[in-house]
């Protein structure tokens, strides 16, 4: 099982930047890639953004050009830098990290996008 701590989200206004971190502890050996996942009121989770352990990136089309996913494996922690934030990206965010088991998911933090 994996366990994770998040942190970085809040409040911010449209334009501005936050940066998301989440570390992974437990059985990390068995991890295939880190991401971040998702989800507003009323809509599906959705995927943001992901990193494979052989460092292939995926972004949604929605946050190309001004989100930035990186992974520190030392660390066992990727983080979501967000820039040129819009009140469409207020969301609550998810780690996510797949393994052979399944699907493992952090707590969430939310993200506030508002003036």
């Known amino acids: 099982q994996v366990q994770f701590v998040e942190s970085g989200g809040g409040l911010v206004q449209p334009g501005g930047s936050l940066r998301l971190s989440c570390a992974a502890s437990?059985?990390?050996?068995?991890?295939?890639?880190m991401g971040w996942y998702r989800q507003a009121p009323g809509k599906q989770r959705e995927l943001v953004a992901i990193?494979?352990?052989?460092?292939?990136?995926n972004y949604a089309d929605s946050v190309l050009g001004r989100f930035t996913i990186a992974r520190d494996n030392a660390k066992n922690t990727v983080y979501l830098q967000m820039n040129s934030l819009k009140p469409e990206d207020t969301a609550v965010y998810y780690c996510?990290?797949?393994?052979?088991?399944?699907?493992?998911w952090g707590q969430g933090t939310q993200v506030t996008v508002s003036s």
């Open positions: 437990g059985s990390i050996f068995s991890i295939l890639a």
């Open positions: 990193i494979t352990n052989s460092g292939r990136i």
């Open positions: 996510y990290a797949p393994n052979m088991v399944g699907a493992n």
